[in-house]
Structures are given as C-alpha cells and as structure tokens.
C-alpha cells in the first residue's frame, strides 16, 4: 500500500512541477508541444518496441484491441444519440470526445512503476486498438460534423493512420512477434535505455498542458460528456471484470483502460476542423484530474 501511495504522489509531484514550470514561465506550451512529439514519436515506440520484444502474445492478448475498439464504437454510438439536439459544430466536438483514451501520455507511467513490464505488456495491446480509435473513429467523427455536407476524407484518414508512428510501432512489433523473430539486439538495447524517459517526459508534459481556466456556457455540455464517458466505462469495465474468465491483470487493465483520460489527439483536431479549442483542452485537462483521482483510489480499496 505504502508503495502504491508513492508511486501516485511521485507521479503527481512530477506532473505539479511541469505545471509550475508553466506559471513561472520557464517553460511554455509551445515547449510540451515539443515534449509530447518527442513522447509519441520516440520514447512510446520505443517502450512498445522493448516491451513486444519481451512478450508471448497470446489469444487473450489479442483480444484487447478488439475489445477496446468494439468499445469506441459503441459509446460513439451513444454520443451521436446524446448530443443529437445540439448544431453540428458541437456535436461533431463533443461526439469525437468519447472514443479514445490517453494511454501514451497518462496511463504509461502509472502502469509501469504499479505492474512493471506485465503492466506494460497488457496496455500496450489494449492502445493498439486505441490508436485505431483516435485516428479513426474519432477523425471520422471530427470530420464528417465539421461542414454541412458531412464529409469524410478518406485519405486524411489514412495519412493520420500512417503518420502515426506509435501505430506503425505496434503493427511492426505485434507482426514481428506473432511471426516468431525478434529485433536486432542493438535495436533493443538503444530501445530500452530511450523508454526510460517515457515516465518522467509524459508527466512533466501532463503538467505544462495543465490549465484550470472554466467557461461556465459549456457546463452543461461538459458535464453530460463527463457523466456519458465514466458511467459508461465504469458499467462496461466492471461488467467485463466480472464475466471475462482471464487473469486479474487482463481484467484490470479493461476496467482502468475504459475510464481513462481523453485522447489528446481531440486537441488537434479541435484546431483543424474549427472547433472549440478552449473547451476542448479544458475536456483534457478535467479528465485527467478525474482519472487520476478515480483510479488511485481504485488501487487504495480494491487492486
């Protein structure tokens, strides 16, 4: 218990001190853009890397991508009838902001000092299945309200798909995987020293991007997500926790997975489709708190 309560408060020292560094204006915004590139284009490829190449994956594994995409596209599905009164523009915002979870930057780092490389090795399938989330399901949906035609572009879809370079981590390592070879040694060796500073880079980036600024005219908007979002994932991650015949790690990682932060991919998008983008990272910024919150004291009573 003593160790699971540091583990949190160091996690949570490390995010408070990117977001002082952020009020005292050593560093900026613009400066965690940078980080987070750095975070999904080297160190989370490199934890992915470093972690397929340590593990068996087997059929209970493989079925966390797809129980996790099934997922997204049922409370998207729930989202399109929530938010069906409201103009387009906020539909289609509040609609790309329910599938999709913040694994990379948020759950990583807590995953790995909590569980180690097993942790790991269950969350890295189950954001397998939500990078295909995030830059589908979500894309569609930011796309196809943002005119009144309704378009969607396939190729934008497709060019996020193959920009995205954890996605093509996680294909290359889980093909590498299932056809029995492995990564060159050197390949592993620089890939292990680079996931080190996954942990630290993603919270001190969770802290620069920390705001607590509130437009009151979207509450209600914000709370009907909020509440679509958590009693969504609670209902599904417990239902499964309870009927799935799989190990309590497979378990867990279902019921922590579906609670976690917004994906943060929703922020660019915002800027891309014109939507709001003060509401949309005051939706990050929230769901982080909440998340962090809700699943430490998941550990405290019950894990």
């Known amino acids: 218990m003593e160790n699971v309560n540091g583990q949190f408060m160091i996690s949570l020292l490390i995010i408070a001190l990117g977001y002082i560094g952020k009020r005292l204006n050593l560093v900026t915004e613009k400066d965690g853009a940078g980080l987070a590139k750095i975070v999904f284009n080297f160190t989370l490829p490199a934890i992915v890397i470093y972690t397929f190449s340590n593990m068996t994956v087997n059929t209970s594994l493989l079925l966390l991508p797809t129980l996790n995409i099934v997922y ?33 930057l948020f759950a990583y780092p807590l995953v790995e000092a909590l569980w180690g490389d097993q942790g790991l090795q269950h969350f890295a399938m189950f954001d397998m299945g ?31 798909m193959v920009r995205s370079v954890p996605l093509l981590a996680y294909l290359l390592a889980l093909a590498i995987n299932l056809a029995g070879f492995r990564f ?54 417990i239902s499964l926790f309870f009927m799935l015949p799989f190990e309590p790690l497979f378990r867990y990682t279902l019921l922590i997975g579906f609670i976690l932060p917004v994906g943060m991919v929703t922020i660019p998008y915002a800027v891309q489709f014109n939507y709001n983008e003060k509401f949309i990272g005051t939706i990050n910024n929230i769901t982080i708190i909440i998340s962090f919150l809700i699943i430490w004291l998941m550990f405290l009573l019950f894990i």
């Open 72 to 104: 997204g596209l049922l409370i998207s599905l729930f989202a399109l009838c929530l938010f069906k009164k409201e103009n387009r523009q906020t539909r289609g915002m509040l609609s790309m902001c329910a599938p999709g979870f913040n694994v990379g």
């Open 130 to 160: 939500n990078a295909i989330l995030v830059f589908g399901v979500c894309y569609v949906l930011a796309s196809w309200f943002a005119t009144e035609e309704g378009n969607v572009n396939a190729i934008g879809i497709l060019k996020k």
């Open 184 to 237: 060159p040694t050197v390949v592993i060796a620089v890939s292990s020293v680079i996931s080190r500073a996954n942990a630290p880079l993603s919270l001190l980036t969770l802290g620069i991007f920390l705001s607590f600024s509130f437009d009151l005219k979207n509450l209600k908007n914000m709370l009907k997500l909020l509440t679509l979002r958590y009693i969504f994932g609670f209902v599904v991650g």
